[in-house]
């Protein structure tokens, strides 16, 4: 079962800059995409970037494009989500997240690294 080693949260303030990372136990070149989704309380799941493997096509909620910027290194199964600019509406827990069909479904996914944004 794939495994996911997410760190890079924190506590930024707005317009601040977080980079996350996440390292899976293997390789996902299986997948259709590995990337993040994140979950805020009383906020249902939403999909916040993705990578695919075949191309390395990237995927952004209309929220984030422009802000945000996911890359992956193949070579230490990681990915990475750059996030600038952030807003107090992109507090949440965000999830790495191996992707099965499309950008929009989950398949497996890690515990979490907590983003919280303050104004």
């Known amino acids: 079962q794939l495994q996911f080693v997410e760190s890079g949260g924190g506590l930024v303030q707005s317009g601040g800059s977080l980079r996350l990372s996440c390292k899976t136990s293997?390789?996902?070149?299986?997948?259709?995409?590995i990337g993040w989704f994140r979950q805020a309380p009383g906020k249902e799941r939403e999909d916040v970037s993705c990578i695919t493997s075949s191309y390395g096509s990237t995927y952004y909620t209309d929220s984030v494009r422009g802000r945000f910027t996911i890359s992956r290194d193949n070579s230490k199964n990681t990915v990475y989500l750059q996030m600038n600019g952030l807003k107090p509406e992109d507090t949440g827990l965000y999830f790495c997240t191996a992707y099965l069909i499309n950008c929009l479904t989950p398949d497996s996914w890690g515990q979490g690294t907590q983003v919280t944004v303050s104004s």
């Open positions: 293997e390789s996902t070149s299986d997948y259709y995409g």
